[in-house]
């Protein structure tokens, strides 16, 4: 075996060991009449959303959960998609919605995202559920943290104490990562973003490292302590000389590998995880169906 294959964290075996131990759960509540189902609402013509989406919809159907997909047009209207939020609210037969972002420019994500019953909000990303997670009380945690602390503690079972440092503090990934990591995972925990001074000396200290800037590139030998766990959740397509198109992630793979103990590759790593926790958080959404 190679250094790099045992340093690896291999994305999509963990996405597919979460997927298996959710057929069970997913039987069990159709045994009690329920379908799990998941809303996924589209607005626009992103191609990168439209393949995430499509994506989405494949796997919750291969392991039984049904997908009800929306795609509305760009020029869609505030109150359009307010009715429709709305109406899949009401639905008793919808178990979890799913906004994809990012919304037509006209549209500001934010008060859509509210309207969404935080009971439903299979992304974790209402006020509410965002409050609960700060708090550490439960509430449906948003996609992408979930799955990066479930890498993490693929190599790590007991994070109990470590110095975890975040790179990135959007509302989408970097904030909620650092939460979850301070109560979920109990690590002591820095957040590092565009503005902070002397980033690397904050990271190079922490024994857990998860990046979420969308900078290729940034995070170099200097910024990673010896022995560290980096999760890369950055992902930018760039063209090649030959016109072909790849993905990169935020860490510059080939010289941080050597001082690592595992790492996240890109494509592979982080990505297969964050669907994988969507398909989660409708199975926990249709198994609390009708319990409050
Ligand atoms: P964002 O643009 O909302 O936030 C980026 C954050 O990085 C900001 O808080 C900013 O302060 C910080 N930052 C930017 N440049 C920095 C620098 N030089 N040094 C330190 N901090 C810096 O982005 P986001 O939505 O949080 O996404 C981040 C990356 O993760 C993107 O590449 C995105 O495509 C990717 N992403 C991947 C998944 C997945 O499933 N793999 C999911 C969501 C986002």
Redo the contacts with the bound molecule.
């Keep these: 075996m190679t250094q790099k294959s045992q340093k690896l964290i291999d994305g999509l075996q963990e996405a597919r060991l979460l997927k298996d131990s959710l057929i069970p759960r997913i039987k069990a509540v159709r045994e009690r009449g329920v379908v799990p189902t998941l809303a996924a609402i589209l607005v626009g013509d992103n191609p990168s959303s439209h393949v995430y989406v499509a994506s989405k919809c494949r796997q919750s159907q291969e392991i039984g959960i049904k997908p009800v997909p929306h795609f509305l047009p760009a020029d869609t209207s505030a109150q359009t998609l307010f009715e429709l939020i709305k109406k899949l609210n009401e639905d008793p037969r919808i178990h979890g919605i799913l906004l994809q972002l990012p919304l037509p420019a006209h549209l500001d994500a934010r008060p859509f995202i509210e309207a969404i019953d935080p009971r439903k909000d299979v992304d974790g990303l209402t006020l509410t559920n965002m409050g609960r997670l700060a708090v550490g009380s439960g509430g449906i945690l948003p996609?992408?943290p979930k799955?990066c602390l479930r890498l993490i503690k693929s190599v790590i079972a007991n994070t109990t104490g470590l110095h975890a440092a975040v790179?990135?503090?959007?509302?989408?990934?970097?904030n909620p990562m650092a939460q979850l990591l301070l109560h979920a995972a109990d690590c002591s925990v820095s957040v590092?973003?565009?503005?902070?001074r002397a980033?690397e000396r904050l990271c190079r200290h922490a024994d857990v490292l998860v990046v979420?800037?969308?900078?290729p590139g940034?995070i170099t030998p200097q910024w990673v302590k010896e022995g560290a766990v980096v999760i890369d959740?950055?992902?930018?397509q760039i063209e090649k000389e030959d016109g072909s198109k790849m993905l990169i992630g935020?860490v510059a793979f080939d010289e941080v590998l050597p001082l690592v103990r595992a790492i996240t590759p890109v494509p592979g790593?982080?990505?297969p995880?964050?669907v994988a926790s969507l398909l989660e958080n409708t199975v926990e959404l249709a198994e609390s169906y009708g319990m409050s």
């Design positions: 996609c992408t799955g790179v990135g503090r959007s509302h989408l990934v970097g590092v973003h565009h503005l902070s980033p979420a800037a969308g900078v940034l959740v950055g992902i930018t935020d790593g982080v990505g995880m964050t």
